[in-house]
């Protein structure tokens, strides 16, 4: 069986017992304690944690899963052991308080037995210490022999987190023989004998703060089999790199490196590295993520140079990615169509990333050699020079100790451990206080949706509505239905009103308490709203209307950015608010100022066609078959909202819009930045903003031709008559003060101590300093001069001339002079000038040359 053959045989199995079907989602979560969807579980943890109402009892999926990064961390163990992966695929059935143990137990061992046909006699099960009930079920109900049952402590039981869902779990282990370790069972015997395939997780009990179990209502089943584990089992090899998907790659990595597998240890875990890191690059790449310095970006980034330093170690001078990225959609693209459609972005993304860090391996080699030479032979580079290589220059620490072993010398590693601890601490404590918990007490707002179900939202079809009043905090509404739309999909939250006959409360702001649940934030109260009460929910119309502008402008602006610039600037994030909008992308560059017109024509002459906008609802597959692109970050079910904004932008959105385009009004462009590597930021304004923006310009225009003393399309001429009259003046006033500075060289001259001036002449620059200082060596009675200024035009200068026989040095008179006024320049043995921008260090800049020369101060 290959790896096509077993995620149908899995995926039907489970179908024919009742079971949805429901695909992969995102390797990016939509939970913030996780970096990336790191187990099958991961999509339903909303429903196992009593968050969300599952649109179905059972399900069954194959998930894409990332171990890189976090607490949970594979990378540095990849192509060195035979099951590490970063990226594999977790095969899971999962019920939601309908099957427990009894129901799960006989599917997972009929699918292995029966499906997969594996031989009982070298399969072993484990259950926990406590779990008579699982023993009994393995024993009784299956035919397990009792001796091929053990018992597990820690190892065979589950906890999402310190409270909430846990339970015991039962695994099933392959066998695989004497030749890879001790007998025993996975209790007693060798790690590489036993092989566990399968793990089935009996969510039974609620964690409490407090240390009690409280048993769960609706316990639920969260299977997980790792298609790579099992692949190797059935395929009879004894590492997952062995299995016919990876056998491809590895054959791809070889011809692309000249490097045959199996030619040598070391370079068989280059190849196995270049295989793995080619399949999760890929994946997270087409999913969304870029190589960056940040989060899930940088994670990326690591992952791509360790692929690339592998290729390097193998002596590739060449880019090999783009090739294994071919490979990787070749096998994959069947299962995951995303790869496909996303090809093109995918292999230019990672072949420019792996272009860039060669470059980064060359200078990094360079920059350590120039290390290497301030050290003694044998020394040890130290570990905050290591870090900086990896934290500034993305130069991986293995390179390091690569490049200092070959070179006779050592690593601080303790010193680099310490240095990426303390970045580690200072990024963890960043990352909790962006997604850290609320500390506000959800209880209450579960108890609403408990008994009430999710709120209605009207704010469709209208902005004023009557509602019941179900839950009321010290600065929180909750209603059975409302108008106001609650912040998601980068629209920020509605205001307004909500009143009853008793009182008045003003609506801040609108989130989601809950999925599903809308929570008013109320800043003040008027009178007094109770719990039953018939209530008026207003929205702030003008302000909704300028947010659904803006929102339905996003659309526009990103189909005229894929447009301009290229299918790839796929949208990375947004916010829209009422005065602007802000639309995150993937770009690898600035864009031109011509791009940015372009972009800005397209989008209004789509809006000035006036086409309508279509808002409705359909299933996720229609919407994708009619070509609907998903947003970035944004949550979607089976049941979508579509957004189909004039002729030609189709899109996934549930925000709020207009009716058509040209309720839009005229679109600005006001900025265009960079927010990362890869990442690009435009903001834009629409309706009256344009307009205001304008009219503040003009009034702008017309101040600066009053002061200029000419009309307002005369402003360019005027504006560059009065700059070059004002830079003639300066260059007249620049030589009068030139030509009084050499008059004063007699009066210089006189200040002359034992031969020797040291002098303050403000106002020159640093050129007419040194022709000053120059004037005055040339008196035959002075060997050595040294001059300082401010200039007019802000800074300070230094300038020191000597004469050939005076045994002085110009460079050594100034050099700490240039400390004092925090400045540098070249210096020569005679004639030496230095330019700086603190004025205030003059007079000890000019102390410190009179002592060079000798000189009291």
Same mark, same amino acid.
């Given at each position: 069986m290959n790896a096509k053959e077993l995620r149908a045989a899995f995926v039907d199995f489970f179908a024919e017992r009742g079971h949805t079907k429901v695909d992969s989602s995102s390797l990016i979560p939509h939970d913030n304690t996780l970096l990336f969807t790191n187990a099958g579980m991961v999509p339903f943890k909303p429903f196992f944690v009593g968050d969300e109402t599952p649109p179905y009892n059972r399900a069954v999926s194959i998930q894409k899963c990332v171990r890189a990064g976090g607490k949970h961390n594979d990378l540095d163990e990849v192509g060195r052991t035979t099951r590490h992966l970063t990226f594999f695929e977790m095969m899971g059935n999962f019920s939601f308080g309908d099957y427990f143990k009894s129901d799960a137990i006989p599917f997972a061992w009929e699918f292995v037995t029966e499906v997969l046909k594996l031989d009982t006699d070298r399969l072993w099960v484990t259950v926990h210490l406590t779990d008579d009930e699982a023993e009994a079920i393995w024993r009784d109900d299956v035919g397990v022999s009792p001796d091929r049952i053990q018992r597990?402590?820690?190892?065979?039981?589950? @906890?999402? +987190?310190?409270?909430?869902?846990?339970?015991?779990?039962?695994? &099933?282990?392959y066998d695989l023989g004497a030749e890879y370790g001790d007998d025993g069972g996975p209790a007693h015997g060798g790690e590489d004998r036993f092989i566990e395939i399968w793990n089935l997780v009996f969510m039974q009990f609620d964690q409490q703060a407090d240390g009690r179990q409280i048993p769960l209502p609706k316990p639920s089943i969260d299977t997980g089999a790792g298609l790579e584990r099992t692949l190797s089992v059935l395929q009879g090899v004894d590492s997952v790199f062995g299995t016919d998907?990876?056998?491809?790659?590895?054959?791809?990595?070889?011809?692309?490196?000249?490097?045959?597998?199996?030619? /040598?240890?070391? =370079?068989?875990?280059?190849?196995?590295?270049?295989?793995?890191?080619?399949?999760?690059?890929?994946?997270?790449?087409?999913?969304?993520?870029?190589?960056?310095? *940040?989060?899930? $970006?940088?994670?990326?980034?690591?992952?791509?140079?360790?692929?690339?330093?592998? !290729?390097?170690?193998?002596g590739v001078?060449?880019?090999?990615?783009?090739?294994?990225?071919?490979?990787?959609?070749?096998?994959?693209?069947?299962?995951?169509?995303?790869?496909?459609?996303?090809?093109?972005?995918?292999? =230019?993304?990672?072949?420019?990333?792996?272009?860039?860090?060669?470059?980064?391996?060359?200078?990094?080699?360079?920059?350590?050699?120039?290390?290497?030479? %301030?050290?003694?032979?044998?020394?040890?580079?130290?570990?905050?020079?290591?870090? %900086?290589?990896? #934290?500034t220059y993305g130069f991986p620490l293995e390179v390091t100790r690569e490049i200092a072993a070959e070179r006779g010398f050592d690593v601080d590693v303790e010193g680099f451990d310490a240095a990426m601890a303390d970045q580690r601490g200072r990024a963890k404590a960043a990352h909790a206080a962006k997604s850290g918990a609320s500390d506000v007490?959800?209880?209450?707002?579960?108890?609403?949706?408990?008994?009430?179900?999710?709120? *209605?939202?009207?704010?469709?079809?209208?902005? %004023?509505?009557?509602?019941?009043?179900?839950?009321?905090?010290?600065?929180?509404?909750?209603?059975?239905?409302?108008?106001?739309?609650?912040?998601?999909?980068?629209?920020?939250?509605?205001?307004?009103?909500?009143?009853?006959?008793?009182?008045?409360?003003?609506?801040?702001?609108?989130?989601?308490?809950?999925?599903?649940?809308?929570?008013?934030?109320? +800043?003040?109260?008027?009178?007094?709203?109770?719990?039953?009460? *018939?209530?008026?929910?207003?929205?702030?119309?003008?302000?909704?209307?300028? &947010?659904?502008?803006?929102?339905?402008a996003t659309h526009i602006l990103h189909w005229a950015l894929r447009l301009v610039v290229g299918s790839h600037a796929q949208q990375q994030g947004s916010w829209v608010g009422p005065d602007r909008l802000r639309f995150?992308?993937?770009?690898?560059?600035?864009?031109?100022?011509?791009?940015? !017109?372009?972009?800005?024509?397209?989008?209004?002459? *789509?809006?000035?066609?006036?086409?309508?906008?279509?808002?409705?609802?359909?299933?996720?597959?229609? !919407?994708?078959?009619?070509?609907? &692109?998903?947003?970035?970050?944004?949550?979607?079910?089976?049941?979508?909202?579509?957004?189909?904004?004039?002729?030609?932008?189709? %899109?996934l959105c549930g925000g709020t819009h207009v009716g058509a385009l040209g309720d839009i009004g005229p679109l600005k462009i006001i900025s265009e930045s960079s927010i990362g590597s890869n990442l690009r930021r435009v903001e834009a304004i629409t309706g009256a903003g344009p307009i205001e923006r304008l009219r503040q310009r003009e009034a702008t225009l017309a101040e600066l031709a009053e002061l200029v003393g000419v009309p307002v399309p005369e402003l360019a001429d005027g504006l560059r008559k009065r700059l070059a009259d004002t830079k003639a003046l300066r260059k007249k006033v620049a030589e009068l003060e030139q030509a009084a500075a050499l008059g004063s060289t007699g009066d210089l001259v006189n200040t002359a101590v034992?031969?020797?001036?040291?002098? @303050?002449?403000?106002?020159? #620059?640093? /050129?007419?300093?040194? #022709?000053?200082?120059?004037?005055? @060596?040339?008196?035959?009675?002075?060997?050595?001069?040294?001059?300082?200024?401010?200039? =007019?035009?802000? $800074?300070?200068?230094?300038?020191?001339a000597v004469t050939d026989d005076s045994g002085f040095d110009a460079g050594e008179l100034i050099a700490e002079g240039k400390k004092a006024i925090q400045g540098g320049g070249r210096p020569a043995p005679d004639l030496a000038t230095a330019g700086g921008k603190n004025p205030d260090g003059l007079d000890d800049a000019l102390d410190a040359a009179r002592a060079a020369a000798g000189l009291s101060a």
């Open positions: 597990l402590d820690e190892d065979n039981w589950w @906890r999402m +987190a310190d409270t909430g869902p846990n339970g015991p779990c039962s695994e &099933i282990f998907e990876f056998q491809t790659l590895l054959a791809t990595a070889s011809e692309v490196t000249g490097v045959a597998d199996g030619a /040598a240890p070391a =370079s068989d875990v280059s190849l196995r590295i270049l295989a793995d890191h080619a399949r999760s690059t890929t994946m997270l790449v087409s999913d969304g993520v870029v190589p960056s310095n *940040e989060d899930r $970006g940088f994670v990326l980034r690591r992952i791509l140079r360790r692929a690339v330093r592998h !290729a390097y170690l193998l001078e060449t880019p090999v990615m783009p090739q294994m990225v071919d490979t990787v959609v070749t096998l994959l693209g069947d299962n995951y169509p995303d790869l496909v459609k996303n090809h093109d972005r995918i292999r =230019s993304t990672i072949e420019r990333e792996e272009l860039s860090f060669r470059q980064t391996l060359a200078s990094g080699s360079a920059m350590l050699d120039a290390r290497f030479a %301030e050290l003694e032979p044998g020394g040890a580079l130290p570990g905050e020079v290591a870090f %900086e290589l990896h #934290d007490d959800v209880s209450a707002f579960r108890g609403v949706a408990d008994s009430s179900g999710d709120t *209605e939202f009207t704010g469709r079809a209208e902005l %004023e509505s009557t509602a019941t009043v179900l839950l009321v905090t010290d600065d929180s509404i909750v209603l059975d239905r409302t108008p106001f739309y609650a912040e998601s999909g980068g629209q920020i939250g509605d205001t307004g009103t909500i009143a009853t006959s008793t009182g008045t409360a003003t609506v801040s702001d609108t989130t989601y308490a809950l999925p599903g649940v809308v929570r008013h934030h109320i +800043a003040e109260t008027t009178g007094s709203i109770e719990v039953g009460q *018939e209530a008026t929910a207003a929205v702030d119309a003008e302000r909704r209307g300028a &947010i659904a502008r803006n929102h339905t995150d992308f993937n770009h690898f560059e600035a864009l031109t100022a011509e791009q940015l !017109a372009e972009i800005e024509d397209r989008a209004n002459a *789509e809006i000035l066609g006036n086409a309508s906008c279509r808002h409705y609802e359909t299933t996720k597959d229609e !919407a994708e078959a009619a070509g609907a &692109i998903a947003f970035f970050g944004d949550k979607y079910g089976d049941i979508v909202r579509v957004l189909e904004a004039g002729r030609n932008s189709i %899109e034992d031969g020797v001036v040291v002098a @303050r002449v403000d106002g020159l #620059d640093q /050129a007419a300093l040194r #022709d000053l200082a120059v004037a005055v @060596r040339d008196d035959v009675s002075i060997k050595a001069v040294v001059l300082g200024s401010a200039p =007019s035009g802000g $800074g300070a200068a230094l300038a020191a």
